[in-house]
């Protein structure tokens, strides 16, 4: 059997609230043995630490997608570094630079970037 690593799924999206231990679950059994599940603003964010908390196997990221850079303010921050000290966070993401939609300003963006590299 094939082992594997997602090292980028949802479980924390609604629509998995009600069965994500399901669907990791089957994950296991198809060869899936550690997962990332990503944070994408802070709500999401603290939703993967709690899927991680949850079900073994899973680790969480935690950050603020380009989409929303424009709330990454100090406050945001504040409150990623405290989601990233928990012992079930791996890694800073899902950050990055999206200019092909450009849902928040490219500085923005590269500012946002910037300082959650800084907090990894």
């Not at 669907?23 to 043995?33: I, L, M, N, P, T």
């Amino acid at each position: 059997m094939n082992i594997w690593t997602d090292t980028h799924c949802h479980l924390n999206h609604p629509d998995f609230a009600s069965d994500a231990g399901l669907v990791w679950s089957r994950a296991k059994d198809a060869g899936v043995h550690a997962a990332v599940v990503v944070g994408y603003d802070l709500a999401s964010s603290e939703s993967a630490l709690q899927v991680a908390e949850r079900l073994a196997g899973c680790w969480a990221s935690v950050g603020i997608h380009p989409h929303d850079a424009v709330q990454c303010d100090e406050n945001a921050l504040l409150q990623l570094h405290r989601l990233a000290s928990h012992p079930r966070a791996t890694a800073i993401g899902e950050i990055g630079l999206d200019y092909y939609r450009n849902l928040s300003p490219k500085d923005a963006q590269q500012q946002a970037l910037e300082q959650q590299i800084n907090l990894a």
